[in-house]
């Protein structure tokens, strides 16, 4: 069955636009808490954990989501502004039925969006997201009064992720003698990422941790380094670290301001944990993996997969091949051996770990790594084109691809969650990646 309304990363729109109105996060909330609340055991009352990013917007969005799962007869568990996978932690912690986050990730403040993490910490299965659409459909109730549920605050949340993801450090090193930038994106990570490099030992420099309910991602974090790049001249910083609204990605900046995004990390993390004996037997990209990452992977000896875009389906694959790292070059990286999910903050603990071990910088670590320049097109398409019928098209993408041979490749694909056609072409040269990439957008039918 096509799902209506989960894309590939939770439910996601504009705030004040249907489905991101209170009405609909109230059913939303009621028809989890009864999907939920079916798969328990038998006499088992269930309690989730609802956490947000600084969205103004996520104080409308968490008290309606509190009504219905109390119309269910499910507790609700508020623990205020937090990383997403702070979330995914403490729901697994706390042994609890499930954890929503509030947040559109790296979206601007207009929208917003909701995702659910199991009892396990990790992206629920597409048949629990289809049980929520199929309870939606059906008409909202409410429980007696006897069996309505309650809602309790989690006070020291922040503090219990911060102390998880100090435990991922390795316990012989620290971070002293390091000046670092953290640009937090006036997101999630406001109040935790900071104190998580300062307690390890480091000099931290915090920017983007102002919110102000309408300012996250706005011109800082991880989706818009050049702040943090300034930021870490002006300081003569050694490292900075730039996080997104919710936390989940990372990029991070050298002293010279060179960016090093998720597919270069990526690298780093598979070779360090080679270097210390572990067994990964391979690596999961996604469609997007820069080509000069998946070759210098195979050269270190293990394989490369890659999975569809978006976090979740790395997981999946992860975990369908009984391996431990993966990622995206947005900064989307899985280090399952540490978390469930996804986690800029340990992501970016686990690549200091790694510097700290071998006393070598980010350039060092990546000297034999030479990225294919790799051109993003996104195009703007008019409602109901099938760019797959198009057979105008489909000769041009043809005519590339045989124009690159084996110096480059061409990826098209629709966007899950706006009407785009993405393109993208990535070759040796980046001029022409820049033309090929044109000569197949300009012939998309925009709107």
């Given at each position: 069955?096509?799902?209506?309304?989960?894309?590939?990363?939770?439910?996601?729109?504009?705030?004040?636009?249907?489905?991101?109105?209170?009405?609909?996060?109230?059913?939303?909330?009621?028809?989890?808490?009864?999907?939920?609340?079916?798969?328990?055991?038998?006499?088992?009352?269930?309690?989730?954990?609802?956490?947000?990013?600084?969205?103004?917007?996520?104080?409308?969005?968490?008290?309606?989501?509190?009504?219905?799962?109390?119309?269910?007869?499910?507790?609700?568990?508020?623990?205020?502004p937090i990383p997403t996978p702070g979330v995914a932690y403490l729901t697994k912690a706390l042994r609890l039925s499930?954890?929503?986050?509030?947040?559109?990730?790296?979206?601007?403040?207009?929208?917003?969006?909701?995702?659910?993490?199991?009892?396990?910490?990790?992206?629920?299965?597409?048949?629990?997201?289809?049980?929520?659409?199929?309870?939606?459909?059906?008409?909202?109730?409410?429980?007696?009064?006897?069996?309505?549920?309650?809602?309790?605050?989690?006070?020291?949340?922040?503090?219990?992720?911060?102390?998880?993801?100090?435990?991922?450090?390795?316990?012989?090193?620290?971070?002293?003698?390091?000046?670092?930038?953290?640009?937090?994106?006036?997101?999630?990570?406001?109040?935790?990422?900071?104190?998580?490099?300062?307690?390890?030992?480091?000099?931290?420099?915090s920017i983007g941790v102002s919110p102000d309910g309408r300012n996250i991602n706005d011109g800082c974090g991880a989706?818009?380094?050049?702040?943090?790049?300034?930021?870490?001249?002006?300081?003569?910083?050694?490292?900075?670290?730039?996080?997104?609204?919710?936390?989940?990605?990372?990029?991070?900046?050298?002293?010279?301001?060179?960016?090093?995004?998720?597919?270069?990390?990526?690298?780093?993390?598979?070779?360090?944990?080679?270097?210390?004996?572990?067994?990964?037997?391979?690596?999961?990209?996604?469609?997007?993996?820069?080509?000069?990452?998946?070759?210098?992977?195979?050269?270190?000896?293990?394989?490369?997969?890659?999975?569809?875009?978006?976090?979740?389906?790395?997981?999946?694959?992860?975990?369908?091949?009984?391996?431990?790292?993966?990622?995206?070059?947005?900064?989307?990286?899985?280090?399952?051996?540490?978390?469930?999910?996804?986690?800029?903050?340990?992501?970016?603990?686990?690549?200091?770990?790694?510097?700290?071990?071998?006393?070598?910088?980010?350039a060092q670590l990546l000297d034999t790594v030479k990225v294919f320049p790799q051109v993003l097109l996104n195009v703007?398409?008019?409602?109901?084109?099938?760019?797959?019928?198009?057979?105008?098209?489909?000769?041009?993408?043809?005519?590339?691809?045989?124009?690159?041979?084996?110096?480059?490749?061409?990826?098209?694909?629709?966007?899950?969650?706006?009407?785009?056609?993405?393109?993208?072409?990535?070759?040796?040269?980046?001029?022409?990646?820049?033309?090929?990439?044109?000569?197949?957008?300009?012939?998309?039918?925009?709107?």
């Amino acid at each position: 069955m096509k799902k209506q309304y989960f894309g590939t990363d939770g439910i996601r729109g504009e705030v004040g636009q249907f489905p991101i109105v209170p009405e609909f996060m109230t059913r939303l909330g009621y028809a989890a808490g009864r999907v939920l609340a079916r798969d328990a055991k038998p006499g088992e009352r269930c309690k989730i954990l609802i956490g947000k990013d600084t969205r103004v917007s996520g104080y409308l969005l968490e008290a309606s989501l509190e009504a219905g799962f109390a119309a269910a007869g499910v507790d609700v568990m508020l623990c205020g502004p937090i990383p997403t996978p702070g979330v995914a932690y403490l729901t697994k912690a706390l042994r609890l039925s499930a954890g929503i986050v509030i947040s559109a990730s790296h979206n601007p403040y207009q929208d917003n969006g909701i995702k659910f993490f199991s009892a396990m910490g990790d992206k629920l299965s597409d048949e629990f997201e289809l049980a929520i659409e199929a309870e939606l459909e059906k008409p909202m109730g409410c429980v007696n009064s006897k069996e309505l549920g309650k809602a309790f605050r989690l006070d020291d949340a922040a503090g219990r992720y911060i102390e998880f993801c100090k435990s991922t450090f390795p316990g012989d090193l620290n971070l002293k003698g390091l000046k670092l930038v953290v640009d937090c994106a006036n997101g999630a990570a406001y109040h935790t990422a900071p104190h998580v490099f300062h307690e390890l030992g480091a000099e931290v420099v915090s920017i983007g941790v102002s919110p102000d309910g309408r300012n996250i991602n706005d011109g800082c974090g991880a989706t818009a380094p050049a702040a943090l790049i300034a930021k870490v001249k002006e300081e003569k910083a050694d490292l900075g670290i730039a996080l997104d609204g919710d936390a989940d990605r990372l990029q991070m900046v050298d002293s010279s301001g060179r960016l090093f995004n998720g597919d270069e990390l990526l690298y780093i993390l598979a070779k360090d944990r080679l270097e210390r004996g572990q067994k990964l037997g391979g690596v999961v990209g996604t469609l997007m993996t820069n080509l000069a990452v998946e070759n210098a992977i195979k050269d270190l000896g293990i394989g490369f997969e890659r999975a569809n875009v978006g976090d979740r389906y790395v997981l999946e694959l992860l975990k369908q091949n009984g391996w431990i790292i993966g990622g995206e070059g947005s900064g989307h990286l899985l280090c399952l051996d540490q978390h469930s999910t996804g986690d800029g903050t340990i992501a970016a603990l686990q690549v200091l770990a790694a510097m700290s071990k071998t006393k070598k910088s980010l350039a060092q670590l990546l000297d034999t790594v030479k990225v294919f320049p790799q051109v993003l097109l996104n195009v703007k398409i008019k409602p109901g084109y099938d760019w797959k019928s198009d057979k105008v098209l489909s000769k041009q993408i043809t005519k590339v691809e045989a124009d690159l041979k084996d110096i480059g490749r061409v990826l098209i694909r629709a966007s899950g969650t706006e009407p785009l056609l993405r393109v993208m072409v990535e070759t040796n040269d980046y001029e022409i990646a820049l033309n090929s990439a044109k000569s197949i957008a300009d012939l998309i039918p925009t709107i």
